[in-house]
């Protein structure tokens, strides 16, 4: 009696065997308070069925048996007629103004008056009339905050030029990228960004297009980047007709198919000057670049950072002579 009360099975011994013929014991039921017909999975084991009917769409196909119900399926997957869904009309605009479609309501049988969040405030609304544009300069229009009920200032991603235009936030964070720890960090990143072959041969394929190119000589020319401080104690002490062209002014297309963007061109001539730092480029070759220059008409002079801040008069003695063509610019590299 106590067992029947609980649910359990009045007699252990008298447990059914599994309907599927494999003569093993089925377990009791707590729940149904029956013993169970098969073994869990056992239902898969029974015999398949014969004279299969046809499927119910009409296309003259066989059905196939359902192993869970273990009977015949009605359709063949996907055979499922659309349900006819004409009767509902085209969706009604929601009623706060948005202008957005809403969705059916199951329940009710009947459209919804107003998108889900839209029913309490208007903030969904988008006013009429043009977005604004980004205020970095972009020239792009900028989406609707919905949250706040106002546009948004700046494209995702944009506000970050406008915040290095301001003296403090560049020269703070200068100072941070300009720490050993943060360099290193960047390099490894980038070393391990462009060891990837299929990564190099998709930029470099961007770089040789010319419509790609234009694209970020614009947007270089809209947000352009200033020179850094070394770049600018080095144009404090060449001739002015030393311009600084490092944000995008002036490309090179290279033999080997790179697009390059030198850090100074003298003006009027087909003369260019790279600095390069001493940490960031230990590893490159320098009169590679230098030939790759020659190879395209323009002569180049370079320097590394550490002989721009020791030797300044030298440098600057130099790139005068570099651009009057003069002879003293092989005395100095030879002092």
């Known amino acids: ?29 707590n729940t149904r308070r029956r013993w169970n017909t098969y073994i869990s999975n056992h239902h898969t084991k029974l015999a398949p069925l014969v004279n299969p009917p046809l499927c119910q769409c009409g296309c003259g196909q066989r059905v196939e048996q359902s192993q869970r119900t273990h ?18 009309g085209n969706p009604p605009l929601c009623a706060c103004g948005c202008g957005q479609e809403v969705r059916w309501d199951n329940t009710n049988s009947r459209w919804r008056k107003k998108i889900y969040g839209h029913g309490k405030t ?3 609304a988008i006013p009429v009339g043009d977005p604004p544009l980004c205020q ?38 200068r100072k941070l990228l300009s720490s050993n720890e943060i360099r290193e960090k960047n390099q490894k990143a980038a070393l391990k960004r462009w060891a990837d072959e299929n990564f190099k041969d998709k930029m470099n394929k961007l770089f040789s297009s010319t419509e790609y190119r234009e694209k970020v000589c614009e947007g270089l020319k809209r947000a352009p980047m200033a020179p850094n401080n070394f770049e600018s104690y080095f144009q404090s002490i060449v001739p002015e007709t ?13 033999e080997n198919g790179n697009c390059r963007n030198p850090d100074f061109k003298v003006t009027g001539q087909r003369k260019l000057i790279e600095l390069w730092g001493d940490y960031w480029h230990r590893n490159d ?51």
């Open 285 to 335: 070759d320098p009169f590679a670049l230098i030939e790759l220059y020659w190879r395209k008409g323009f002569e180049c002079l370079l320097f590394w950072e550490s002989d721009v801040h020791k030797n300044s008069a030298a440098v600057a003695q130099m790139v005068r002579a570099f651009i009057d063509d003069s002879d003293d610019i092989h005395a100095v590299i030879t002092a």
């Open 71 to 88: 009977r015949w399926n009605l359709y063949i997957f996907g055979h499922h007629k659309p349900k006819d869904l004409s009767y509902r």
């Open 136 to 173: 970095c300069g972009c020239g792009l229009s900028v989406s609707w905050n919905s949250e706040r009920d106002v546009w948004c200032n700046c494209i995702v991603g944009h506000n970050t030029r406008m915040d290095w235009a301001n003296p403090e936030y560049a020269n703070k964070h």
């Open 122 to 124: 208007n903030k969904y």
């Open 242 to 254: 030393v311009r600084y062209v490092g944000g995008g002014d002036f490309w090179v297309k290279l």
């Open 1 to 29: 009696m106590a067992n029947k009360e609980k649910g359990l099975p009045p007699n252990e011994t008298a447990a059914l065997k599994c309907a599927c013929g494999c003569d093993q014991p089925v377990i009791w039921s």
